[in-house]
């Protein structure tokens, strides 16, 4: 399976930092991992476009459980895809934690964007404390069986799961490989209970402070399919060589 790494932006970058990276981005990428961007949705137009010259899929970073109407503020899956959004990333711990995401509210959104034939990146993952209370795997067992529940088989060869601990999110500490590879391979075995036919072929992202000094390390792990990158996919070069293109 090709490796992906998807970069998520988060509220960074203005429109010139946007065009400025895909200058020097589109110079070398050369396609052998499969790279995606998530722009602050302003910017999706713009990504959309400079990611067709070079073979980058453009996504969001959230999405309403609604398709239109008066819900202020929010951004329609639907119209994500008549743009040619390729993909939404839902359930991100940020959003979990400042905007008081739940999974029974995300499974709502999970369903509404795979409907929409969006690819869905799925993210799971624990805070310190759980860790240390040897509670990993019950709490992201609860995030995969409530956030993914009610699923038709048919729609979960969209789906795509990322595992952050939030831990390592933006702090710099990664999880090590075993650690990431154990959780990816409780993970892989939950989905293979619910979706049969696809479980084995859902890709799973490692997100946690991936940088170009510990990502072939990860991406060799049996269950790591790839990366969900914040601060390493900000620069041109760094998310050039977690992509393999050095
Ligand atoms: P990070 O963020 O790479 O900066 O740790 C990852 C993420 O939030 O998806």
């Not at 137009?45 to 996504?59: D, F, P, S, T």
């Not at 959230?62 to 109407?69: A, T, V, W």
């Not at 990322?162 to 989905?191: C, D, M, N, S």
Request: glycine share 8%; with cysteine.
């Amino acid at each position: 399976m090709t490796k992906l790494l998807v970069a998520n932006w988060k509220m960074n970058k203005n429109a010139k930092e946007c065009f400025d990276f895909f200058e020097e981005f589109k110079l070398k990428f050369s396609g052998k991992r499969s790279a995606w961007i998530a722009p602050q949705a302003i910017h999706l137009n713009l990504v959309i476009n400079e990611g067709k010259k070079c073979n980058v899929m453009a996504g969001v970073q959230n999405c309403s459980e609604f398709l239109s109407g008066a819900y202020t503020g929010e951004i329609s899956p639907r119209n994500v895809k008549e743009l040619n959004g390729h993909f939404v990333i839902l359930g991100h711990s940020e959003r979990r934690q400042y905007f008081q995401e739940t999974s029974k509210h995300l499974n709502a959104k999970v369903k509404t964007a795979l409907k929409e034939d969006l690819k869905v990146i799925y993210c799971v993952g624990e805070t310190l404390p759980e860790r240390e209370s040897n509670q990993t795997l019950s709490i992201v067992g609860d995030q995969i069986q409530q956030g993914l529940n009610d699923m038709s088989e048919a729609t979960a060869d969209n789906l795509i799961v990322a595992y952050e601990p939030v831990w390592a999110i933006g702090t710099g500490k990664t999880a090590t490989p075993a650690q990431a590879q154990e959780v990816h391979a409780f993970i892989r075995a939950e989905l293979k209970k619910k979706f049969p036919a696809f479980g084995e072929k859902i890709q799973l992202l490692y997100g946690g402070s991936v940088k170009p000094d510990n990502v072939e390390e990860l991406l060799g792990q049996k269950d790591i399919d790839g990366g969900l990158v914040g601060g390493a996919s900000l620069k041109a070069s760094d998310f050039l060589a977690l992509c393999g293109d050095k």
